[in-house]
């Protein structure tokens, strides 16, 4: 199996700002969450076989504090659009207000085995942490069209892998990670990332995304106005093939697969704030067109790496009261971070399906990428030309 993506198109430009899409806000750095300080990306791309058990899937880690930071706490907060999907963890992260866990993004059918392997890595590389307990945040999303899905090829090896992999570096884009099988309004989807920079007083902070995007059905996508996906020319063999008549007695829905988003910054936030963060976060996935479907998990989890040392939830040691302090920006001044989160995840999406390319799965499904032909006719389209 291949630890890295495998494209079966031609190459272009990776990113909707190639393209001549425009954006608002200034991104930062590399355009990337991992443009907030302290995060890191890994992934494990599985690509292997043809036919009825063709593997095309992975898993994508996150460090919300890098290697060194598991176990410190995060404020945090997750907000569920629609909820036809999974995140483990949410409970505690609800009840405590805080992540201090790796977060692992897969296959719908994967979830078991990554969060095996996130707590075996951790218990290997912070046995602190492994000495209380451990709940691990994985979400998922259903790649079942191209992936071999129910063969069990996602192990907790694979997620330990995707951990040390995990980089400062801008993460690759497109058909890799959890993001492999994944398809986006009826195109190709997958990993998309995208971040802006919030100047605040003589401060900057950054507020970052990454989405597993597996959303949408084609005739929802818009871009600037234009019906991008219902003039689309490209096929459409997952909403209009009988692939899933043949095998289940049933069409597929338009608009079925989920969502996963991860919004992270720098600012100092608390716990409410970064809930406000995770709603906004479905603003920016509606930019794009969606109305969100009944069979669509969409799932937002924000987290804000300001106030290391604070929200911690240890097993105390001694009699002594103790107290912890948190700085926060403050409820009226966070317009421009919520701002930020919505056009960093809309970019995000653009991105997604920017980079992602045509790939063939099992039993010969084919997903189409979105042309960038289309795109930047649209582009021109917007432009007046």
Excluded at 121 to 140: I, S
Excluded at 262 to 279: K, M, N
Excluded at 309 to 320: E, K, N
Excluded at 363 to 371: F, K, M, R
């Amino acid at each position: 199996m291949s630890a890295s993506s495998q494209s079966e198109s031609s190459t272009g430009p990776t990113r909707a700002r190639d393209l001549g899409v425009p954006f608002e806000g200034r991104s930062g750095l590399a355009g990337a969450i991992t443009d907030v300080p302290g995060v890191a990306v890994g992934y494990r791309t599985l690509i292997a076989g043809e036919g009825r058990g063709a593997v095309r899937t992975g898993v994508t880690a996150i460090l919300p504090r890098g290697r060194s930071g598991v176990g410190v706490p995060c404020a945090a907060a997750v907000h569920s659009f629609n909820g036809n999907g999974e995140l483990t963890g949410r409970s505690w992260i609800e009840e405590s207000g805080s992540l201090t866990m790796p977060i692992g993004i897969t296959s719908s059918h994967a979830v078991g085995a990554v969060h095996a392997g996130i707590a075996a890595w951790v218990a290997e590389n912070a046995p602190h942490v492994a000495a209380q307990w451990m709940l691990p945040v994985v979400g998922e999303t259903w790649d079942g069209y191209l992936n071999d899905i129910n063969g069990g090829h996602v192990s907790p090896a694979d997620a330990r892998a995707a951990l040390e992999a995990a980089s400062p570096d801008a993460p690759e884009e497109g058909n890799v990670g959890g993001g492999t099988g994944m398809n986006c309004y009826g195109f190709k989807g997958g990993t998309g990332t995208a971040s802006r920079v919030v100047a605040y007083g003589g401060d900057e902070y950054t507020v970052g995304v990454l989405i597993q995007a597996n959303f949408g059905s084609r005739e929802e996508l818009r871009l600037g106005g234009i019906a991008l996906g219902l003039r689309s020319s490209t096929p459409n063999p997952l909403e209009e093939g009988d692939w899933l008549s043949r095998e289940r007695n049933r069409r597929a829905p338009g608009g079925a697969g989920s969502a996963i988003v991860v919004i992270a910054t720098d600012a100092p936030l608390l716990p409410g704030q970064c809930a406000a963060l995770a709603r906004r976060g479905v603003l920016g996935l509606g930019r794009s067109g969606t109305a969100g479907s009944h069979f669509s998990g969409d799932i937002v989890l924000a987290f804000s790496t300001a106030n290391e040392g604070a929200l911690t939830s240890v097993f105390p040691d001694r009699a002594d009261a103790e107290y912890e302090t948190l700085r926060m920006i403050p409820w009226g001044r966070i317009d421009p971070f919520l701002t930020a989160a919505v056009q960093a995840v809309d970019e995000a999406v653009w991105n997604a399906l920017v980079a992602a390319q045509d790939m063939t799965g099992r039993d010969g499904h084919v997903s189409h990428a979105l042309p960038h032909a289309e795109v930047r006719a649209a582009v021109s389209q917007m432009n007046g030309l």
